[in-house]
Structure formats: structure tokens, C-alpha cells
């Protein structure tokens, strides 16, 4: 089984920035790919994020696209969002998320694993 416990978030004016982190223990070899998504009041669930625990490869949803940075630790256990320029709407549940899958992916029905989200909230 794997555990994955985000830290992190709270509450900052827009323009500010931010970092949350998601540790992953357990069976971590099984997971390929970290993965942060966000869920807004009223809203689905969507991706912000994502980035390979193999190789170099990311991805990002093009309304964080510029402004966020997804990284990873060496041993791939710890992967970090940093965000600046933030804005009202980037307010939300933030959510890390693992995939067993070894290509990064969009979709929350294809991550494995899921933390139990921090509260981040922009104010204007």
C-alpha cells in the first residue's frame, strides 16, 4: 500500500506564493508518477499537475502553466508545488495523487493513490 500526506498550503493574498508538499511511503516503487489536482467548492476535481518519478518528463494544466513548478526529491518520495502569482480562482482542496501508470495522465480515475488534500486560499 502506499500513503501519500501533502503539508503545506493555507492562506495568502493574491500575487503571493505558496508551496505544498505531498510525502509518499509505503510500496513507493510501484508508483510512477506524482501527481497534484485541486477541487474548488462546487467543482470537479482537475488536474494542476504532474511529474514522472523516472525520468524528467511534467506537465501542467495551462491555467497554472508559468506560474507553478512541480518537482521531486532525487529518490522520488517528495514532490513539491511551489506556486506564485496567485490568483482567487486558484483557491481549492489541493491534492496529491500517485499513478501506477508509467506515463503521466490528466484524469483523476487514473491515479491509484490520493492524500487527504490541504486547503489552499487565495485572498483578493
Do not use: H
Amino acid at each position: 500500500q502506499v500513503q501519500l500526506v501533502e503539508s503545506g498550503g493555507g492562506v495568502v493574498q493574491a500575487g503571493g506564493s505558496l508551496s505544498v508538499s505531498c510525502a509518499a511511503s509505503g510500496r513507493t516503487s510501484s508508483i510512477y508518477v506524482l501527481g497534484w489536482f485541486r477541487q474548488a467548492p462546487g467543482k470537479e476535481r482537475e488536474f494542476v499537475a504532474a511529474i514522472s518519478r523516472t525520468d524528467s518528463s511534467l506537465d501542467y494544466a495551462d491555467s497554472v502553466k508559468g506560474r507553478f513548478t512541480i518537482s521531486r526529491d532525487n529518490a522520488g518520495n517528495t514532490v513539491t508545488l511551489q506556486m506564485s502569482s496567485l490568483k482567487p480562482e486558484d483557491t481549492a482542496v489541493y491534492y496529491c495523487a500517485g499513478r501506477r501508470g508509467m506515463l503521466l495522465a490528466t484524469t483523476p480515475r487514473t491515479y491509484d493513490y490520493w492524500g487527504q488534500g490541504t486547503q489552499v486560499t487565495i485572498s483578493s
